[in-house]
């Protein structure tokens, strides 16, 4: 299958305590995302993340999320101490 998405929108985000969404370009249908410096928790379900439940993250860690409802529906929290940061790029098809 031909990959048809690209780029459209680039954007670096911190997470902490507060549950924090991604607020997707409205074309969007897929999101990179690279996990810097801390640990982080996600939940794409229309649920929120808490610091012991959700999809853990390490630094490094790359996640592909794809559709538009979990892209609006994703949200992350950090699971440790210190601040997370996300880096995300939006695509398009």
């Given at each position: 299958?031909?990959n048809?998405?690209?780029?459209?929108?680039?954007?670096?985000?911190?997470?902490?305590?507060?549950?924090?969404?991604?607020?997707?370009?409205t074309?969007?249908?897929?999101?990179v995302?690279?996990?810097?410096?801390?640990?982080?928790?996600?939940?794409?379900?229309?649920?929120?993340?808490?610091?012991?439940?959700?999809?853990?993250?390490?630094?490094?860690?790359?996640?592909?999320?794809?559709?538009?409802?979990?892209?609006?529906?994703?949200?992350?929290?950090?699971?440790?101490?210190?601040n997370?940061?996300?880096?995300?790029?939006?695509?398009?098809?």
């Amino acid at each position: 299958m031909l990959n048809t998405e690209h780029a459209i929108a680039f954007k670096s985000v911190s997470i902490g305590t507060t549950v924090t969404t991604l607020d997707p370009p409205t074309n969007a249908v897929r999101a990179v995302m690279t996990v810097e410096t801390a640990s982080l928790r996600y939940r794409y379900d229309g649920g929120g993340p808490t610091s012991g439940v959700g999809h853990l993250m390490s630094p490094g860690d790359v996640l592909v999320i794809e559709g538009k409802q979990n892209l609006t529906q994703f949200a992350a929290t950090r699971s440790g101490s210190t601040n997370a940061v996300l880096s995300i790029t939006f695509e398009a098809q």
